[in-house]
């Protein structure tokens, strides 16, 4: 049986520039998986263009594009809140798992229409959804803060990563629609470790790290060095910046979410791990 893969020409919003402008829109930034909603299929697509039969929750963001009279959705598919760290709970979900899935439409296909202004639509939108659902629509509205200097920005991505969120994403007023150059720029809370080197890949450009001088709790890739130069590292301490701690389900430490190799800390002797 063939899968359904939706066309990848279909254009995704990418990510470019690293300034931000004011004033602009502040946007959590969900832990999830990006989707896509295809009115004419009737479908969620995943970036990998592959269709997420499991989500019957297309029957609500039908009603929804039909009354903005758009084709494709854009939102963020997340399970449960959408907190730092649920996407691995919904990777690891069972495809019966629908009832914990959310969808949080963050911008729709109408390129004529400012940002704002289509922010507003949807909002408008998923509201009259929610009175014909009786409000048991697992749709969300997005939470947004208007911020107009940096100072605001600092408030606001420490209120959204303090409730659980693992960042934000800013956009300006007007945007520029789903083109391949966009105005975001995203921003994630980032901690730092100090973890001693317990091994050197010698076929990849990766150390093993540890916390506790007996396990590896997470490998880093350290590019442009030689293996000899890898094993040489085997012993000392180097400091690393990652998004997040995993752990299982009894809640110990398993590793490190996205880590990136920062230097050697010559001045320590044993590891951090705060």
Known sequence: MKTERLDIRVPYPEICGNLITYPCFVEAKYDGEMGIYVLELGKIFGKNGLARSECTLTDDLKIVAEELNTTCIYGELMYREGYAGDIYKLLSASKTDDANLRFVPFDFAALRIALIDRKQMLNEAIDKLMLINNNISRLRKIHCEWVTNKLELEETFGMFTAVGYEGVVCKGPSGKGFTTKTSWVKLKKKYTADLRVIS???????????HNDQSELCGCKV????YSER???VGKIVEIQYLQKLTDATGVLTGLRNPVFLRVREDKTTVSLK
């Open 200 to 210: 050197a890949d010698p076929t990849q450009q990766r150390i093993g790290l540890t």
């Open 223 to 226: 590019p442009n060095i030689s």
């Open 231 to 233: 094993m040489a590292l």
